[in-house]
């Protein structure tokens, strides 16, 4: 395969696997980098999903100017050089936490001018970005819940992300299933959530245990002071999650057994297991609990 030319606007790709496996394997060995697995670094090896990732950036930014696609964990530039190949148009930031792949992201951006490289904690960058559209990337899988948090307490309207199998479950899933939680509650509030593609395992080097998903995001709601309220109580609430919901609220809110005077014990909302809380009965709760707070 020719050495990678972004400026023919992506004609010349490694659009086969051996071709990318091969154009990886160079840039290691060239710049001597193990990957470390404690940071969770896996690289995704199929053109074909990198190709869809980029395309389906490309649909939700065509018709706007002046966009902001940010990447997180950028790593070898696999996603990178795609993003910026397909998407000429935008602006592409890409996050990475570990210096030892500045160079080959240098590579990159010599290439393809749309492209922007940080070194540094996406963590704390998504929180400091302004003017984000989109965020994509192959989130680290020790810090893919924190990641989560922090895009939806950015406000940002996008997301197109890939993460454990397991994870994207628990996105999805639905009041009184294994995988429902906090979490759940949180982004579904937020969040029209989507999983798009599944990627076995076998489309990774390291080959991790688990199969990956591909998740949409598509902002609904924006974080604010009632969400924060939402997010504290839910917290609260599923660490008592086979509790009934009264006594579990009771604790969260620290009243005392006097709280039935205060709420209305008709509604079967009380009755429920924590577990059993849909995103709606949470709302209902919340907004009882900013009341009861503003008592205390």
Known sequence: ??????????????????????????????????????????????????????????????????????????????????????????????????????????????????????????????????????????????????????????NIKYALLTMQRDVADRLVSKPGTKNYGKLSILMQILFEIDIVRIIPSTLFRPKPQVSSAIIFLKRKKEYNEYIKNVEELTKCLFSYKRKLVLKAFTYCINKNKRLEKEIKMEDNIWRKRVLQLTVEDVMNLTNIYVELKKKN
């Open 1 to 154: 395969m020719k050495e990678l030319d972004i400026q023919n606007h992506g004609n010349i790709l490694p659009y086969t696997r051996k071709d990318l496996v091969s154009w990886i394997r160079t840039r290691l060995k060239r710049y001597n980098i193990k990957l470390r697995k404690r940071l969770s670094q896996i690289i995704l090896i199929d053109p074909k999903t990198l190709t869809f990732i980029a395309e389906k950036i490309g649909k939700i930014i065509e018709d706007r100017s002046n966009v902001a696609i940010l990447e997180i964990g950028a790593g070898v530039g696999n996603l990178t050089m795609f993003l910026g190949c397909k998407n000429s148009n935008a602006l592409v930031i890409a996050i990475e936490i570990d210096n030892r792949f500045a160079s080959i992201l240098k590579e990159i951006k010599n290439l393809c001018s749309n492209t922007e490289i940080v070194i540094g904690d996406a963590l704390n960058l998504i929180k400091s970005f302004r003017g984000i559209d989109v965020v994509v990337g192959n989130i680290p899988y020790h810090i893919t819940s924190d990641i989560l948090l922090a895009i939806a307490k950015s």
